[in-house]
């Protein structure tokens, strides 16, 4: 009765279990590793990905790289999640984070032969993470918000790995200037800083690296309205900011007016001019030297208000005009009678508008305390541009970082070695069958200072050995590898640090993304096309076989 085997799936379903699905997720999460390895530390290598439109692009940010990725296997789709959200939390550390999840998973490969049960390695690496984590605590100093000397050396920590380390101060100094302009104190000594609302990057290709900076107000790619006729440079402007058209509301539907008289023809349209003027002279009153609307601005108003020596720029972006609001103190208006001298913004030192390149440019800068802020970044090419842009994403949400959570660990993989040192000893009090998962999690954070001299051309097993030697007990927490030279020296004097929040981070997301991995043991692929809309079969192949079955199965 039993012989003939019983068909629970259908054919087209293609499932793996058991320790084979193990392997091939440690696999295919080390092929994603591999990937980024290289580009960690100082020394590190550019990547270049063509995108599906044919771009280019060039860098060697853990997250831009995986990101252009496309990847079949599911397991290291998680893996490229990962980066994604070391980029979003904490905006540093997205190599970090995946060399280090990749080698937690390499050293559970070896257990895994030995038939230890997932969980109980997922176990070892918590608890190893609890205490990783506290030794940070331990071995983190805290950093005075206010000593650009000690920012300039933890934001150039950051950035030394990037391509624009060559430029080191350079990008520092840009990072800096433009987090602590925008930060907003929020009370108890918290300060909260937002990169995206109030720092804009605007990339012109042209000039050299060194002409960029941090303008103390905004800029936008605008020229004013009537160029001829309207003031191109004010000084100590009085601003005003509008959030409707300057023009003649058309009705909302169609309206058809029978006209009798030729008069009256004439009448509409003074009725029209009346309306512009009036609104007009509602700005007037407050004497501006410059009105920015959001919207249009019609011929009729142009001239009133060059007529009256106004500077206008129409159509801004929404998101321009609350940093220009930002910056010069002005309160965006909805409505022209509703203006009041408060709204006038008077913050701002100079108004002018330049040609840099090709286009017209429109400055608002010299602001007295500026809560907004541009930065100018010029270079030869876009791809050059493109990749200072990203690598000063990074340093910002480091500097960011510091000025949420000012505390440091040295960089230059000294923390993972004294955590690493840390734990073996622990390991040793740990019971049972854990304490051998425990220990390899231990040796997996010195993955990453084994990358950094790998990535310098140093002999790896010498300088390792050597480290591990000096880390022993737990002691020399300062001592790391200088990633341009690969010698090992003191972290602190080399001012190389990171940020306690982005090492945490990136702990705690690589063990915990380790740990959902290994508790994969069942893949089943090929699944129908009604269930889920894009989880389609993988292979063409078998999409044919499922399609003939569910055409045999239409009678039902």
Same mark, same amino acid.
Not at 58 to 77: Q, S
Not at 250 to 275: C, F, I, M, P, R
Not at 304 to 325: C, E, F, M, P, Q
């Given at each position: 009765?039993?012989?003939?085997?019983?068909?629970?799936?259908?054919?087209?379903?293609?499932?793996?279990?058991?320790?084979?699905?193990?392997?091939?997720?440690?696999?295919?999460?080390?092929?994603?590793?591999?990937?980024?390895?290289?580009?960690?530390?100082?020394?590190?290598?550019?990547?270049?990905?063509?995108?599906?439109?044919?771009?280019?692009?060039?860098?060697?940010?853990?997250?831009?790289?995986?990101?252009?990725?496309?990847?079949?296997?599911?397991?290291?789709?998680?893996?490229?999640?990962?980066?994604?959200?070391?980029?979003?939390?904490?905006?540093?550390?997205?190599?970090?984070?995946?060399?280090?999840?990749?080698?937690?998973?390499?050293?559970?490969?070896?257990?895994?032969?030995?038939?230890?049960?997932?969980?109980?390695?997922?176990?070892?690496?918590?608890?190893?993470?609890?205490?990783?984590?506290?030794?940070?605590?331990?071995?983190?100093?805290?950093?005075?918000?206010?000593?650009?000397?000690?920012?300039?050396?933890?934001?150039?920590?950051?950035?030394?790995?990037?391509?624009?380390?060559?430029?080191?101060?350079?990008?520092?100094?840009?990072?800096?200037?433009?987090?602590?302009?925008?930060?907003? /104190?929020?009370?108890?000594?918290?300060?909260?800083?937002?990169?995206?609302?109030?720092?804009?990057?605007?990339?012109?290709?042209?000039?050299?690296?060194?002409?960029?900076?941090?303008?103390?107000?905004?800029?936008?790619?605008?020229?004013?309205?009537?160029?001829?006729?309207?003031?191109?440079?004010?000084?100590?402007?009085?601003?005003?900011?509008?959030?409707?058209?300057?023009?003649?509301?058309?009705? /909302?539907?169609?309206?058809?007016?029978?006209?009798?008289?030729?008069?009256?023809?004439?009448?509409?349209?003074?009725l029209e001019e009346e309306y512009?003027?009036?609104?007009?002279?509602?700005?007037?009153?407050?004497?501006?030297?410059?009105?920015?609307?959001?919207?249009?601005?019609?011929?009729?108003?142009?001239?009133?208000?060059?007529?009256?020596?106004?500077?206008?720029?129409r159509r801004l972006r929404k998101?321009?005009?609350?940093?220009?609001?930002?910056?010069?103190?002005?309160?965006?208006?909805?409505?022209?009678?509703?203006?009041?001298?408060?709204?006038?913004?008077?913050?701002?030192?100079?108004?002018?508008?330049?040609?840099?390149?090709?286009?017209?440019?429109?400055?608002?800068?010299?602001?007295?305390?500026?809560?907004?802020?541009?930065?100018?970044?010029?270079?030869?090419?876009?791809?050059?541009?493109?990749?200072?842009?990203?690598?000063?994403?990074?340093?910002?949400?480091?500097?960011?970082?510091?000025?949420?959570?000012?505390?440091?660990?040295?960089?230059?993989?000294?923390?993972?070695?004294?955590?690493?040192? !840390?734990?073996?000893?622990?390991?040793?009090?740990?019971?049972?069958?854990?304490?051998?998962?425990? /220990?390899?999690?231990?040796?997996?954070?010195?993955?990453?200072?084994?990358?950094?001299?790998?990535?310098?051309?140093?002999?790896?097993?010498?300088?390792?050995?050597?480290?591990?030697?000096?880390?022993?007990?737990?002691?020399?927490?300062?001592?790391?590898?200088?990633?341009?030279?690969? /010698? !090992?020296?003191?972290?602190?004097?080399?001012?190389?640090?990171?940020?306690?929040?982005?090492?945490?981070?990136?702990?705690?997301?690589?063990?915990?993304?380790?740990?959902?991995?290994?508790?994969?043991?069942?893949?089943?692929?090929?699944?129908?096309?009604?269930?889920?809309?894009?989880?389609?079969?993988?292979?063409?192949?078998?999409?044919?076989?499922?399609?003939?079955?569910?055409?045999?199965?239409?009678?039902?």
């Amino acid at each position: 009765m039993m012989q003939s085997p019983v068909l629970v799936l259908k054919d087209s379903l293609k499932r793996e279990s058991g320790s084979k699905v193990h392997h091939a997720n440690i696999q295919a999460s080390k092929a994603v590793a591999d990937i980024v390895r290289t580009t960690l530390g100082p020394r590190s290598m550019l990547k270049m990905l063509l995108d599906a439109s044919g771009g280019i692009v060039v860098t060697n940010d853990g997250n831009a790289i995986l990101r252009e990725l496309d990847v079949a296997h599911p397991a290291a789709k998680s893996m490229i999640e990962l980066s994604r959200t070391q980029d979003e939390e904490v905006g540093d550390g997205t190599t970090s984070v995946i060399v280090l999840a990749g080698e937690m998973l390499h050293v559970a490969e070896a257990f895994i032969d030995k038939n230890y049960h997932p969980t109980v390695i997922c176990r070892a690496y918590n608890k190893a993470l609890e205490d990783a984590v506290s030794v940070l605590d331990k071995i983190a100093m805290t950093v005075d918000v206010k000593d650009r000397g000690s920012m300039l050396g933890l934001v150039k920590s950051c950035i030394g790995t990037k391509f624009t380390g060559q430029f080191g101060n350079l990008i520092a100094d840009l990072a800096i200037d433009a987090t602590t302009t925008v930060g907003v /104190e929020v009370g108890q000594g918290l300060r909260e800083v937002d990169i995206k609302k109030y720092i804009k990057v605007e990339k012109i290709p042209g000039g050299q690296l060194e002409d960029s900076k941090v303008l103390k107000g905004v800029m936008f790619n605008k020229d004013v309205v009537a160029p001829g006729k309207m003031r191109r440079k004010i000084t100590n402007p009085r601003i005003i900011l509008l959030d409707c058209p300057l023009e003649y509301k058309k009705g /909302e539907n169609q309206t058809n007016a029978e006209l009798l008289k030729e008069e009256d023809w004439s009448v509409l349209l003074k009725l029209e001019e009346e309306y512009i003027e009036n609104l007009c002279v509602q700005i007037l009153k407050f004497k501006p030297d410059l009105v920015i609307t959001e919207k249009g601005l019609s011929d009729l108003a142009c001239h009133y208000l060059s007529k009256a020596g106004v500077s206008a720029i129409r159509r801004l972006r929404k998101t321009d005009n609350n940093r220009i609001a930002k910056a010069c103190g002005a309160v965006i208006v909805n409505r022209p009678d509703e203006l009041q001298e408060s709204d006038v913004g008077t913050g701002a030192g100079l108004f002018e508008v330049r040609k840099i390149g090709e286009e017209f440019f429109a400055f608002i800068d010299d602001c007295k305390e500026p809560k907004a802020c541009t930065v100018l970044l010029r270079g030869a090419s876009k791809d050059l541009l493109n990749e200072v842009e990203r690598n000063l994403q990074d340093a910002m949400s480091v500097a960011r970082n510091i000025i949420k959570n000012p505390k440091l660990v040295p960089g230059g993989g000294a923390t993972e070695l004294t955590v690493s040192a !840390i734990l073996k000893q622990k390991s040793a009090s740990v019971e049972g069958i854990e304490k051998w998962p425990y /220990e390899a999690a231990a040796i997996a954070f010195e993955a990453i200072p084994r990358t950094l001299a790998q990535n310098c051309g140093v002999n790896v097993i010498r300088t390792m050995t050597a480290l591990q030697g000096k880390h022993a007990n737990g002691e020399n927490a300062w001592t790391g590898i200088d990633g341009n030279t690969g /010698e !090992i020296t003191d972290m602190k004097e080399r001012k190389i640090w990171d940020s306690y929040l982005v090492k945490a981070q990136a702990f705690k997301t690589a063990i915990e993304a380790a740990c959902m991995l290994l508790r994969i043991d069942d893949i089943v692929s090929g699944i129908k096309k009604k269930q889920a809309p894009g989880a389609g079969p993988s292979k063409p192949t078998i999409e044919g076989e499922g399609e003939a079955d569910n055409e045999a199965l239409i009678p039902e």
